[in-house]
């Protein structure tokens, strides 16, 4: 069950004007400053999210948050372009819950020091998981199936994740076969719908 504000916090808050912190505190998705991707501050719905309590989260490097390791590295760099040009950037991605539960996360990221976008960066987490349940794919699976879900063909997904064009239909493939299903379309379906507004790279201006 979600934590509920206190109203004397909330009467408090009211009282000295402080609404930023209000908003920050209760806002309805997770929110998270980042210094080179250790985690600075978090809101009550981030903690939530992920099960921890704030002191579990804070200082703490991004990493554990993720099903791997290796899934943490190769997401460094994958906004950089678009954080350094000034504009929001978001995906979605799988991750990691105090429980062990793998979950989708809406994920969109603003930088403050675009030359160097992971310096120090906000980010907003929302959970899909009500829409999107997890189901057991591989960790290049879910990788390409995120990309596909950006609007990005097979070769674009070949180049940002340095693989040949054949090996990102194979996986494209396995993720139709495991589904059932005969296109892109009806894999989205099945995984959950991320087409329509959501496929974009820029928030609209």
């Given at each position: 069950m979600e934590q509920q504000p206190c109203s004397d916090t909330l009467d408090q808050l009211f009282g000295a004007g402080d609404l930023a912190k209000l908003a920050f505190e209760f806002a309805p998705v997770g929110i998270v400053v980042t210094e080179n991707r250790v985690l600075r501050e978090c809101n009550q719905r981030f903690c939530q999210m992920f099960r921890y309590t704030h002191a579990e989260l804070v200082d703490q490097l991004f990493a554990f948050l993720y099903p791997s390791e290796e899934e943490f590295q190769n997401l460094e760099t994958r906004g950089d372009k678009?954080?350094?040009?000034?504009?929001?950037?978001?995906?979605?991605?799988?991750?990691?819950?105090?429980?062990?539960?793998?979950?989708?996360?809406?994920?969109?990221?603003?930088?403050?020091?675009?030359?160097?976008?992971?310096?120090?960066?906000?980010?907003?987490?929302?959970?899909?998981?009500?829409?999107?349940?997890?189901?057991?794919?591989?960790r290049r699976e879910r990788e390409v199936y995120s990309l596909l879900g950006e609007g990005q063909t097979s070769k674009e997904?070949?180049?940002?994740?340095?693989?040949?064009?054949?090996?990102?239909?194979?996986?494209?493939?396995?993720?139709?076969?495991?589904?059932?299903?005969?296109?892109?379309?009806?894999?989205?379906?099945?995984?959950?719908?991320?087409?329509?507004?959501?496929?974009v790279r820029n928030a609209p201006s």
């Amino acid at each position: 069950m979600e934590q509920q504000p206190c109203s004397d916090t909330l009467d408090q808050l009211f009282g000295a004007g402080d609404l930023a912190k209000l908003a920050f505190e209760f806002a309805p998705v997770g929110i998270v400053v980042t210094e080179n991707r250790v985690l600075r501050e978090c809101n009550q719905r981030f903690c939530q999210m992920f099960r921890y309590t704030h002191a579990e989260l804070v200082d703490q490097l991004f990493a554990f948050l993720y099903p791997s390791e290796e899934e943490f590295q190769n997401l460094e760099t994958r906004g950089d372009k678009i954080l350094s040009q000034g504009n929001p950037y978001w995906d979605e991605r799988v991750m990691r819950r105090k429980t062990g539960e793998l979950f989708w996360v809406r994920v969109r990221g603003h930088t403050f020091t675009p030359d160097t976008p992971l310096g120090r960066a906000v980010w907003s987490f929302a959970d899909l998981s009500t829409q999107r349940p997890y189901l057991p794919l591989t960790r290049r699976e879910r990788e390409v199936y995120s990309l596909l879900g950006e609007g990005q063909t097979s070769k674009e997904i070949a180049r940002t994740l340095n693989l040949s064009y054949r090996t990102v239909e194979v996986h494209r493939a396995r993720l139709l076969k495991k589904m059932g299903v005969n296109n892109t379309a009806s894999l989205f379906s099945s995984l959950g719908d991320i087409g329509g507004d959501h496929v974009v790279r820029n928030a609209p201006s």
